[in-house]
């Protein structure tokens, strides 16, 4: 007799909507790693791609806090690989969608130091207040 996984209700929630937002049937990954094993930025990350997957397949929001959705470099590496034909720079972007949909400011442009300001790069400071901010 095999065990059957139970998913919330709130946890197919979640899938679906990083399902809706990538376009990605993320159910047929079936965690062949091969995303994982090219992936040239998987040493910087917390979780590996088919983790990352892995996770989003069970609902777990907890995927939302690694960093490993910000270090993808949709580089399409994994893409090419999947057997499966699917598309894993498109679920990492979805993650970073819903994560700054949720409006969390990581960065508050008050608290940058006035030296520090007058010293980086304007163009650096957008790009990570569009990033870190809600």
């Keep these: 007799m095999t065990d059957k996984i139970v998913i919330s209700e709130e946890n197919e929630e979640f899938l679906a909507k990083v399902s809706e937002i990538s376009g990605q049937v993320i159910t047929l990954c079936d965690q062949c790693g091969t995303c994982s094993g090219g992936c040239p930025m998987v040493t910087e990350m917390d979780l590996t791609p088919s983790q990352m997957m892995r ?29 499966r034909g699917l598309d894993l720079s498109k679920v990492a972007e979805a993650l970073r969608q819903i994560t700054l949909r949720r409006a969390v400011d990581y960065i508050d442009i008050n608290n940058f130091p006035k030296d520090d300001l007058a010293r980086l790069p304007q163009i650096a400071l957008v790009a990570g207040m569009r990033k870190f901010t809600g």
Excluded: H, N
Excluded at 57 to 77: H, N, P
């Design 55 to 83: 996770m989003v397949q069970m609902g777990q929001r907890e995927v939302l806090d690694s960093k490993a959705i910000w270090y993808c470099a949709s580089c399409f590496t994994c893409t090419v690989r999947c057997p």
